[in-house]
Each structure stands twice: as C-alpha cells, then as structure tokens.
C-alpha cells in the first residue's frame, strides 16, 4: 500500500515549481503551569503578499512536524500542539498552479489523499490540537483547522472562505464533511455554497466567531498571546468548550435544499461543483467521517479533471494576474500627474464617475451641465452617495466632509477645467453632441489635459477628428453600476498618443479598475458581443419563437440573468441604440429589431412585468410583438446564439480588438459578469465545439482553460 509520504513525493515530482511551505516546530511553556505546548507556524518564506498555500512537498513538510509532535505526545512531553501562521497570512490552500498541470485522474486522487492523511492526524494525536486563525484563511488552511479539536480567530483577520465551489471545486479536505458536522448543515451551506457563489464573499473574523468555527476571538494586536492564555485554560480544565447540538433531521434536509436553490439560481445545473459539494454535505448527516472524506476525494479528482475547474483557474488567473499588467498598455513613466479631475454632464453616470473620482484620486472633481438645476442635482447626488458611505461606517466624518468639499459644479466650463489634468465627458451617446462638447472643452483646458469619453459604441476617433489636439482622446468606457463593474475599456484612436495613453492607464488603476486596452472600432468588446448575442435571441424571436423558450436556451451557459433582464437592466432605448450603430457598420450582421423598436416606441423598460415576483411577459407588450411563424427548439437556439457569438469574437480577433482572446474573456467576467465556471466565454466555446465548427479552430491552446493533452 502506497504511503502518504510516497504519495506527496509522486505528486511533488509533477510539480516542480511549487512555492514551499515550512512547517517550523518551536516549543514554549504555556502559562499557569498548563505544560510544554509544540507550535506549528506554517511559512512559506515569503511576506504577506505571496500567501502561504499547500503543494505536494509543502503537505509533506507538515506530515514531517506531526511525526515529531506525534512522538512527543505520545511519550508525554507535551500537553498540547498548536498550528498557526506567519504573519497576516494563516494559509489560502492547494496551490492551484500545480493542480493546472494534472493529467490524469489516479494523481488528482492522491491530491484529496494527501490533504486528508495530513490534516486528520491532527485529530488522532493524543494530545488535544489548537488552530490560531492569525490571518487569512481560505480552503485548505479553513480545512487544516477543522481537523483539530479547537479553534481561535483574530478579530482582525481580513478574509475567511472556502471558496472552491467559486472556481469550480468543492471543499475537498475535510470542509464538505467537517463543517456541517461543526456548525450545522444550514451555516455549512452558506459557508460552501452560498458565499462562494456570491462572488466569492469573505468572511471577517467576527463572523467566523459568531458562526461557531472557532471557539474564541481575540484581538489582532496580541492575538497568539492571548490564545496561549485560553489554551491554557482550556487544557487546565478551568474553560469547558461547550458547541450546540447539531440538528441532524429536517433542518439537515431543508439546509440542503436551500442549498441546491442557490445553486439553481446562479448557475442553472450549468457548473456541477456547487452540486457534488451538497451531496457530501447530505451524506455527512451522520457524521461518517470515513465516508465523507472518501466521497471529498472522489468529487475532487472529478472535478480536478473536468473543464468547470480549468475554466475557474483560468478566470481566476485573468483577474488575478493579467488584470494588473494590461496587454499593449504602455509604459507607466510616460503617465501625468492628475490632480484635478472635470466631469461633463451631470446626470446619473457622470454623478457615479464624479463620486468614483473623489474617492479614489481623492483630488477635486468639477461637474457641469447646461443648467444649474441639472448641476445641483448632479452634486446633490454625489454628496447624499458620500452621506450613505458615512451612515455605513466605511468612511468617518473628517473623510466624508473632504470628499463633499471636493465635489462642486460649475456652469463655467473655462472656471470649471482651467487647471483640470484629465476631463471626462458622460453626455448623450451622440456624435454631434460629443464633438460640440470636446471643442469647448478644448478650448478651455490646460494643454496637457486628456480628454476621455465615457461612450459606450461611438468612434473615438470621430469624435476626436475636428479638434487641434486630437492625440490627447482617449476612450475611458465604464460599466454601469459604476462602483459594482470593475471593467474599464480604454480605447485607443487612431491619433492618440502614448502619454494620453499612459496616463489613462495611470487612472484606471488608482480607480481600482480593470483597464483593457481595445481599438478603435463599433462598440469595443462588451457591447459588441452582448448586441451580437441578444440580437440572435431578437431574431429567433421575432421569427416565432417564443419569448420563454429564447430565454430558456441559453440557461446552460449560467448567466447571471437572462438575456431579455438583462436588456432591462441596459434599458430597451440604449439596446436599441447600440444595435443600430453596430447595424450602420456590421449590416450583414447586426440587425434591429422591429420588435424592439415598438418596446421603445411604446416607452416601455422592458418586455417583463414582476407582479407575482417573478418576470412574466407584460401583456402589453406582448401585443406589440409581431411574429413570423419559425418555431425553434431551446437547443436550436442555442446553437444559432453561440455560432454568432463565436464568429462575431472571432472577427474581432482578426480586426485586433485586442491583443488575445484571453482579453475577450477578461472583459465578459468584469464588465458583463460573465460566469468564472466558464472561464468568461472562449473556453466555453473551445469545449462544446463551436469554435472549431465556426472558425475551423479553437479560440485557446488546448491545456489553457482545459486539461492538458
């Protein structure tokens, strides 16, 4: 029988780049008498910023210092054993660069093996075993704790999660089992399914306290300290560690199917993760651990060689990685100072971006418009935003009256953007208006100032065409709501220079945005693919096919909405509007629907009605619809939707819309909220077949969102 230690060796020989974690034992007297204690800090060497994660060799390093406090247990020489990490950083986990690299199933196995064989022996010592969560947690570090027989948390521990169901895994080294049986299976699920699937939401150390993980809380500043004196007293007697009583029956069974209602409505039986996580926790009912982490293997090598967790690392690498070194942005040096910012217009995006500005450059931002009633509002919106930051607690009075005192209007343009180093305009997405808007602006700003237009399907350089300096435009496109979508399509025209360039960028990234550099051309990346998508779903519809049944069809791909609440969201009006520029240069294939073009007639906001709480077709608006008489099945309509899509992407490679599909993906995720179970949507294209039907070739390398050849 294979041991763990040859195991972690086969798996440490498949990866041979792994960042080491050491398991260092020191040893110290505990106070009160309480006896010699051996602590385990787990350190990778590193500061805090390259956190401290679990490869094949690091899980051996830990095997190494439970075969040293194990002896030391058992022969009496200590009475207790701690686990704990360097500073800021517990643990985050597998290292997921190493679990890229798999090929075969039987290693992805020895992966979930050799995480258990590890961590339960922190159970089976026969001393008790003590985690410190001294700072972030998540996964594997969550699951190393759970084995032991008690829990603390700093209360100033930033992030605590299990968020392998996010990218495409579940909890495979004791959270699906050992969590549910610690905290009961509803708190379980909000931990597993339910966090993770809500964009991967952290928990603070209050919360981990208060949901039962861990047994005490101290505060950050001397949190080992303290932990120490209340291990003391625990293994003294004088602290007794009383848990609730789990409930085993209907609370069980209701908590899972909480769980897979969750599950249905983010990712629609698309993403099998979230699924194989429930059933682990629905089997872990009676408390078989055995079985549990049996069935946590199993799941992991599943999923460990599917396409769901390829296409989640590789999401999670697009934001992580290519999101903070934009592809053909250039270099920094060449970036201006801003320390004054002009917003033109006043309505509610330019009220968002003037709000985003001040708080984040935290420089004055100047608005205008074309009356001082439009003005006032603008400013009065910006400072009630501010006022609610206050009420919140997420910034204290001092911050918010300098950031209201930042914040004025002006009907002024030359007093308002005389000294500004970077003005944005957010007016009506006309060419006319927006050319007769950066000429008086022109004229009035310093000549080092860019000029950015937050349009969202106009020609930057047309834009730009009739101005003396037209190299200092520069596409600045924002996704609404502004404060939620970090993407920021940074549009370069064709006489825009590297300095405006640089200096956007520059912005972008103080504005903690993700900056994709795109050219010139209709509607960019987001807009572009979106009007192409819902345009197929118009036509099947205007065709014939039901509006139920278009929606329905491209539930599998898990979107965060559907496409008719989505285009509810963009408003009918704007979707109209971007279909028909997009028409003016694609006419073969962009169309405009005439359906849509009575919603908007109409003046209605979309083509739902929610008076029972859930979308039902309004009425009216089904009257407006004219039909043809082609029926197509949910799967017809899918094929036809994701043929478009895969040519209009591929047409945009061609064009150099961007440097690589990676960014096509990196745009859907962070502008569109594409799902991260699908990698964005190339991946998902490469996989079901439709790249090559379409374009006669895959979008990726085959080994890039998928399991290597």
Not at 257 to 274: E, L, N, Q, S
Not at 446 to 451: D, S, V
Not at 476 to 497: S, W, Y
Not at 673 to 679: A, I, N
Request: some cysteine.
């Amino acid at each position: 029988m294979t041991t763990t230690a040859e195991l972690l060796k086969g798996a440490a020989e498949l990866f041979p780049d792994e960042v080491v974690t050491q398991a260092h034992v020191r040893h110290l007297d505990l106070p009160q008498d309480a006896g010699r204690f051996a602590l385990i800090t787990l350190d990778n060497g590193l500061d805090h910023t390259k956190p401290t994660t679990f490869g094949p060799a690091s899980l051996a390093n830990l095997d190494a210092a439970i075969d040293q406090v194990e002896q030391e247990a058992a022969d009496g020489a200590i009475t207790g054993v701690g686990i704990t990490g360097k500073p800021f950083i517990f643990a985050v986990g597998a290292d997921l660069k190493g679990v890229e690299l798999l090929k075969r199933h039987e290693d992805a196995l020895a992966i979930g093996k050799g995480g258990h064989d590890v961590f339960k022996r922190l159970s089976h010592l026969a001393v008790p075993t003590f985690a410190y969560y001294n700072g972030a947690a998540m996964g594997g570090g969550v699951e190393v704790g759970l084995h032991c027989t008690y829990r603390t948390v700093s209360g100033a521990l930033p992030a605590f999660s299990l968020p392998e169901v996010f990218l495409g895994l579940v909890p495979g080294w004791g959270g699906c089992t050992l969590l549910p049986n610690l905290i009961g299976a509803d708190r379980a699920v909000s931990v597993i399914i339910e966090n993770s699937l809500n964009q991967n939401k952290q928990l603070k150390g209050q919360q981990v306290y208060e949901l039962g993980i861990a047994d005490a809380i101290f505060e950050g500043a001397d949190f080992l300290e303290q932990s120490l004196i209340w291990t003391a007293s625990v293994l003294k007697g004088e602290l007794e560690i009383v848990r609730p009583e789990i409930d085993r029956g209907d609370a069980w069974h209701e908590a899972v199917v909480r769980g897979r209602a969750i599950a249905d409505g983010k990712v629609h039986g698309a993403a099998p993760a979230a699924y194989r996580a429930l059933e682990i926790i629905d089997a872990a009912r009676n408390g078989d651990l055995a079985r549990g982490y049996e069935a946590e293997e199993k799941a992991l090598a599943d999923l460990i060689m599917g396409s769901e967790l390829r296409s989640g690392i590789y999401a999670f690498n697009l934001v992580q990685k290519r999101a903070k070194r934009p592809a053909g942005a250039p270099d920094k040096s060449l970036a201006r100072p801003v320390s004054k910012v002009g917003v033109v217009g006043a309505g509610l995006m330019a009220s968002q971006l003037a709000l985003l500005f001040a708080r984040r450059l935290e420089v004055p931002v100047v608005l205008t418009d074309i009356d001082q009633e439009r003005v006032d509002k603008g400013v009065g919106y910006v400072h009630d935003e501010i006022d609610k930051l206050l009420l919140k607690g997420r910034i204290n009075q001092d911050k918010a009256n300098r950031l209201k005192a930042a914040v004025t209007g002006s009907l002024d343009k030359a007093a308002a953007f005389g000294d500004a180093d970077f003005v944005i305009e957010a007016v009506f997405e006309e060419m006319g208006v927006k050319q007769q808007v950066f000429a008086e602006v022109e004229a009035v700003v310093p000549e080092h100032a860019i000029l950015a237009t937050n349009t969202s399907s106009l020609s930057v350089s047309e834009m730009a065409s009739k101005l003396k300096h037209p190299e200092r435009v520069v596409g600045f496109h924002f996704f609404n709501p502004v404060a939620i979508l970090p993407l920021l399509e940074i549009v370069r025209g064709e006489k825009t220079d590297d300095a405006s360039l640089a200096t956007a960028f520059g912005v972008a990234k103080k504005l903690k945005k993700t900056a994709v550099l795109v050219k010139d051309a209709p509607a960019f990346v987001v807009n572009r693919i979106l009007t192409r998508f819902m345009g197929e779903i118009q036509n099947v519809i205007d065709e014939g096919t039901p509006v139920d049944v278009a929606e329905r069809a491209v539930e599998p791909l898990g979107l965060p909405m559907s496409p008719l609440v989505l285009l509810e969201l963009v408003g009918p009006a704007i979707g109209l509007h971007v279909s028909e520029t997009l028409h003016g240069a694609f006419p073969d294939r962009f169309t405009v629907s005439e359906n849509l073009k009575r919603v908007v007639e109409a003046g209605k906001r979309g083509f739902y009605v929610y008076d029972s709480g859930k979308p039902e077709l309004d009425p009216e608006v089904a009257a407006l619809l004219q039909q043809g008489d082609t029926v197509l099945t949910e799967e017809q309509v899918r094929a036809r939707v994701l043929d478009a899509v895969a040519q209009e992407i591929g047409l945009m490679l061609d064009e150099g819309v961007v440097a690589e599909a990676q960014d096509i993906d990196l745009c859907l995720i962070t502008g569109a909220g594409w799902p991260f179970h699908l990698g964005g949507l190339t991946p998902y294209l490469d996989r079901e077949g439709v790249s090559e039907r379409v374009n006669g070739k895959r979008f990726l390398a085959q080994g890039v969102a998928s399991v290597p050849a």
